[in-house]
């Protein structure tokens, strides 16, 4: 059974940063597909950045390259994402999802699994 529970979302000032958790279970980083996507109020949900850790292939959208880091512990089988100047327009519920395939993918409608979200607010 696969279970994504995301954490680390809250609220910080522009300029600042947040370091988000995916902690999983049921998840082979080795050969899955893994995402972080996030939909702000009354937006879609849009893809911020996906990886292939045994392709080493790597999307990031446009508007956090530079910015956000998507990595992973394989000892705690947790993946995150390290966002750095943080900007207003980054305030969304951020999900982590997952593929089980090693075909990297851009879009959400390619994730099997996902979990709750957690809220990121960005204060201007």
């Known amino acids: 059974q696969v279970q994504l529970v995301e954490s680390g979302g809250g609220l910080v000032q522009t300029g600042g940063s947040l370091r988000l958790s995916c902690t999983t279970s049921?998840?082979?980083?080795?050969?899955?597909?893994m995402g972080w996507f996030r939909q702000a109020p009354g937006k879609e949900r849009e893809t911020v950045a996906t990886k292939n850790w045994s392709s080493g292939m790597t999307y990031y959208q446009d508007s956090v390259k530079g910015r956000f880091t998507i990595s992973r512990d394989n000892a705690k089988d947790t993946m995150y994402l390290q966002m750095d100047s943080l900007k207003p327009e980054d305030t969304a519920v951020y999900y982590c999802?997952?593929?089980?395939?090693?075909?990297?993918?851009?879009?959400?409608?390619?994730?099997?699994?996902w979990g709750q979200g957690t809220q990121v607010t960005v204060s201007s």
């Open positions: 999802a997952a593929r089980s395939s090693p075909i990297i993918a851009t879009t959400d409608r390619d994730f099997t699994y």
């Open positions: 049921g998840v082979t980083f080795s050969s899955w597909t």
